[in-house]
């Protein structure tokens, strides 16, 4: 279960305030996975940001009654100046999982090579994002929040990011991003969508995806 309880996020732009949630209170099912709509420029990777507490929001809060990762796409999460193995033993111990279970199942996940073990500042964003996915899906949470992630890679690495997320969520929730419509249907059985600083739910995926399309349009 995923809460939020009257919140608000609105940043300056100029001499505008764009408004990202505006006195939001919605409580998230627990155990499903949600896709997460909404236009560019929407703010959903702020949305995602503040559910995984790494944006606070202006007022209101978020609580949960379970772990949640941090938002997996970009590599953000990622400590430029160490190498991979670093940050994995880092994130090891932040979470309490076995250093070096979660080491070797990331090394062999996002075959990186001898990458593994080079700063991350070296890193192409699609190299950061396959250690970033690997650590995140060698944590067991209850909540994943993934954004594109599982579009990186050539088409091999992409069916095998796709084999491990699809196993975590069957024991797992989420609240995935991505402009593949196939992949939301692939992975989730609800929907979110963002728009103007408020967010829906919709129990059927299909309806989600349809009032988002008409909103495009």
């Not at 939020?4 to 996975?33: A, H, M, W």
């Not at 073990?117 to 993934?146: E, K, N």
């Not at 069916?159 to 995935?176: E, P, Q």
């Amino acid at each position: 279960m995923i809460r939020f309880e009257n919140l608000c996020k609105s940043y300056r732009i100029g001499e505008t305030r764009k408004v990202i949630v505006d006195n939001l209170t919605l409580t998230l099912p627990t155990g499903q996975s949600l896709a997460l709509l909404g236009r560019n420029g929407a703010g959903k990777s702020t949305l995602l940001q503040m559910v995984a507490g790494t944006i606070l929001p202006d007022s209101g809060r978020i609580t949960s009654d379970g772990t949640i990762s941090w938002p997996v796409g970009l590599g953000g999460s990622l400590h430029r100046e160490l190498t991979g193995a670093q940050n994995i033993r880092f994130i090891a111990r932040v979470y309490g999982v076995d250093t070096e279970e979660l080491v070797d199942f990331v090394e062999d996940f996002a075959e990186l090579g001898p990458h593994f073990h080079m700063p991350v500042r070296s890193y192409s964003s699609g190299m950061r994002s396959r250690l970033a996915f690997g650590a995140s899906m060698g944590i067991r949470f209850d909540t994943y929040l993934v954004d594109e992630v599982t579009a990186v890679g050539d088409a091999r690495f992409r069916r095998k990011s796709r084999a491990v997320f699809r196993d975590r969520m069957a024991k797992s929730g989420a609240i995935l991003v991505t402009h593949d419509l196939g992949a939301l249907r692939d992975y989730c059985d609800a929907g979110l969508l963002l728009e103007n600083g408020r967010l829906y739910y919709f129990p059927d995926l299909d309806e989600a995806i349809t009032v988002h399309k008409a909103l495009m349009e």
